[in-house]
Each structure stands twice: as C-alpha cells, then as structure tokens.
C-alpha cells in the first residue's frame, strides 16, 4: 500500500474506533496517530513525547498520551512489546513485525524481510491475516560465544583436576 493510502487507512479505523466506542475524536488524539505513523521502529512514551514536540509543533500531556495509546492498541494500530522488561510501542497496521531477543543479555535486533506472511495465513485458514508480531528467542552471537569459551574454560579445568 502507498504511504498515503494507509495513512487514510489508519484514520478511517481510528476514526471507526472511537465513534463505535463513543469516544471523542480530539485533534490530541489524532495528533498522537499521526505521530506515531511517521515514527520508524519501536519506541518508549520519552521518545514519543519529544517527537511530538519537535515535529508536531503540539503540546500533549503525558496522561493523554498513554490513554490515546491504550486506545490506539484497543483499535489494532499500536502494539505493546516487553523488550527486556521495558514497555515499548509500535504503529503495526498492515505490518509484519519480527525481533529476534537475546535470553541472556535481552538485546532486541529487529529482523527484516522475513517473509512468511504466506506461510501463516496458509497454515491457519480460519484466519483473515491483518498483522502480526514474531518473537524469536535465543542467545546473540556475542554471548554464544562467551558461552563457548566458558564452557571450554571449565571442561579444561575439570580434566585437569581429573589428573
Ligand atoms: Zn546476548
């Protein structure tokens, strides 16, 4: 989809939203929406509170950022990640999200083009696939590789007190 086509998309659904849920359509609101879909990767509320302040040229508060948010995620146009226990956000429409995590040192290394979209849907046909997140855990290479060599510090040490 174009840039602008889903920029409409993402209106129209929030707009959606909030009238099926008699929730006010504010221009904070839609402020924060646009904010959102014009920032890249996943962020903190800090990060996005300075976004809209230097690009949006508008004043939100805090509060009214996390309820707008809590909102956007209700509305499928945001989602929550727990990257190492912190909470981060994402705009997701349409998108196809995948992070390869770190178990040991919690490092987040967002993974592209993996496609398996087509992988899913044909594999769960009672779904209509709209978006999707993928978490793949396991150990980066850095600490992969302080594992090896701890390992192979202590079997050298037990063979030497075997002697
Ligand atoms: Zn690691």
Redesign the pocket.
Known sequence: MESTKIEDAVKQQFSDYLRSNKLRSTPERHAILNAIYTMEGSFDIETLLSHMEKNEKFHVSRATVYNTIALLINANLVIHHQFAGESRYEKCFGRELSYAI??????VTEIKNIKIKDNISNNIKKLTLTHYSLYVYG??????R?AKRRNKRASSESSTKKR
């Open positions: 770190c178990t040991n040192c919690k490092k150990l980066c290479s850095k600490c992969m302080t």
